[in-house]
Nanobody
Framework: QVQLVESGGGLVQPGGSLRLSCAAS????????TGWFRQAPGKEREGVSC????????YYADSVKGRFTISRDNAKNTVYLQMNSLKPEDTAVYYC????????????????????????WGKGTLVTVSS
């Protein structure tokens, strides 16, 4: 059993930055790939960025490539998403998810997977980019 708790969301102006954190408890994430997904009102869930647990390979959606950076600190059992140059279209609830590494071949596969494929989800944190 793993519990995931996101933090760091809030209101930011266009061009600003936020850093999201996903803290895991109950078990180590050493054998789990992790990722960030977002969902805006009326839109489908979108895979933003995913990272493997073993080799650290990373996937970014085209919409955030060059602006967002995912990282993980296994010692702290925490995953981060640094978001720079934020745009109004980045406004969404951001969710952290985890899936056993054995169940995916690449982080791209995780970010393209369905919600039910994930082993664990956090409850989300709201990011609002507005003037």
């Amino acid at each position: 059993q793993v519990q995931l708790v996101e933090s760091g969301g809030g209101l930011v102006q266009p061009g600003g930055s936020l850093r999201l954190s996903c803290a895991a408890s109950g078990s180590t994430l050493d054998y789990y790939a992790t990722g960030w997904f977002r969902q805006a009102p009326g839109k489908e869930r979108e895979g933003v960025s995913c990272i493997s647990s073993s080799d650290g390979s990373i996937y970014y959606a085209d919409s955030v490539k060059g602006r967002f950076t995912i990282s993980r600190d296994n010692a702290k059992n925490t995953v981060y998403l640094q978001m720079n140059s934020l745009k109004p279209e980045d406004t969404a609830v951001y969710y952290c998810a985890a899936i056993l590494d054995l169940r995916i071949t690449t982080p791209q596969v995780m970010c393209a997977a369905t919600e039910d494929d994930m082993d664990y989800w956090g409850k989300g944190t709201l990011v609002t980019v507005s003037s």
